[in-house]
T-cell receptor
């Protein structure tokens, strides 16, 4: 039982490049989330998916797109990376929305140069 | 939206000391979690605590939802307790909102 798995763990991009961060959970959870954490700060919600087939914007959605591929997988795409998107990205899942305990992946450290 | 405030922002302890971390939230919440982010960046679940008190070894937490705060107690601290402690509050609209954390350093 791996929990929430993110790939890759580290990535360096040049400004303007695109990439997709992958997230998969094996806990049969309905809800999944993407957060970013900037140095010295808490986590801010980018997008979430309350259930398979739905996605909604969070606090900082600009510059990102998401896809809920199936119940297990939720990907985050940067279409044209900018230095302001340098951050650590965390994926999380919970059983049935915000009123149940959320579990986090190990994070992806992204640097945009 | 809801504001989540944690105090103190920084805390330095000697090994063996006790501490209390506080989390205030500006509106009613559906639920609350405490996390420990270790020096490697991993977020570890400590407590899922909508109300009342829970204990897990040297750690315990209390949430008083009607008064909009939660407390995390660490007793007999160890160097491995170092890291950042976050509280995160659940609000309507499926948002889990984080505070800015308390940076804890436990010296040997």
């Amino acid at each position: 039982n791996a929990g929430v798995t993110q790939t890759p763990k580290f990535q360096v991009l040049k400004t303007g490049q695109s990439m997709t961060l992958q997230c998969a959970q094996d806990m049969n959870h309905n809800s999944m989330y993407w957060y970013r954490q900037d140095p010295g700060m808490g986590l801010r919600l980018i997008y979430y998916s309350a259930s398979e087939g739905t996605t909604d914007k969070g606090e900082v959605p600009n510059g990102y797109n998401v896809s809920r591929l199936n119940k297990r997988e939720f990907s985050l795409r940067l279409e044209s990376a900018a230095p302001s998107q340098t951050s650590v990205y965390f994926c999380a899942s919970s059983k049935r929305g915000i009123e149940t305990e959320a579990f986090f992946g190990q994070g992806t450290r992204l640097t945009v140069v | 939206g809801i504001q989540v405030e944690q105090s103190p922002p920084d805390l330095i302890l000697q090994e063996g000391a006790n501490s209390t971390l506080r989390c205030n939230f500006s509106d009613s919440v559906n639920n609350l979690q405490w996390f420990h982010q270790n020096p490697w960046g991993q977020l570890i679940n400590l407590f899922y605590i909508p109300s009342g008190t829970k204990q897990n070894g040297r750690l315990s937490a209390t949430t008083v939802a009607t008064e909009r705060y939660s407390l995390l107690y660490i007793s007999s601290s160890q160097t491995t307790d170092s890291g950042v402690y976050f509280c995160a509050a659940y609000t309507s609209g499926s948002r889990l909102t984080f505070g800015e954390g308390t940076q804890l350093t436990v010296n040997p």
